[in-house]
């Protein structure tokens, strides 16, 4: 049987600032990170309404893995290295400007490694977003 390849990725989260995210997603991707079962090299970009830095956002998401992640980080370098994979893009899902720049993020990301542009978008909104983020998505 041929060995399995990580594929490369890159996730944006719709609504990156709200409980799910802090909860549930991020924990959950630290943990398959820390398990060395998430593929690699992937990228995570959070989206939503606050206006947050790459950093702060990084350092929110770290709280989230301190408090929720059932392993929690080992050391500084490994959570470095995972949270060197997080950004952050702040818009209203609703203004058709944030996936221009949701687009160059993505672009600018896949164009500094190699392999396919594989994207994968989670909506962590209310189900009234759906509609319009999947709509501007497809525009």
Do not use: C, H, Q
Not at 16 to 43: C, N
Not at 58 to 82: L, Q
Not at 87 to 110: F, K, Q
Not at 120 to 138: H, K, M, Q, R
């Amino acid at each position: 049987m041929p060995a399995v390849s990580d594929e490369p990725f890159s996730l944006v989260i719709f609504g990156a600032s709200g409980d799910l995210t802090r909860r549930k997603l991020v924990p959950a991707l630290w943990s398959l990170y820390a398990g060395r079962t998430l593929p690699e090299p992937f990228a995570i970009i959070g989206s939503a309404r606050s206006e947050v830095s790459d950093d702060e956002f990084r350092r929110r998401m770290r709280e989230a893995v301190r408090e929720f992640a059932r392993v929690k980080p080992p050391s500084a370098n490994v959570w470095d290295r995972f949270a060197s994979s997080l950004s952050y893009v702040n818009g209203n899902p609703a203004d058709p400007a944030l996936y221009g720049s949701l687009e160059r993020a993505l672009r600018d990301i896949e164009k500094a490694r190699p392999g396919a542009a594989n994207r994968l978008f989670y909506l962590a909104t209310p189900p009234s977003l759906y509609d319009t983020i999947v709509e501007n998505l497809g525009a």
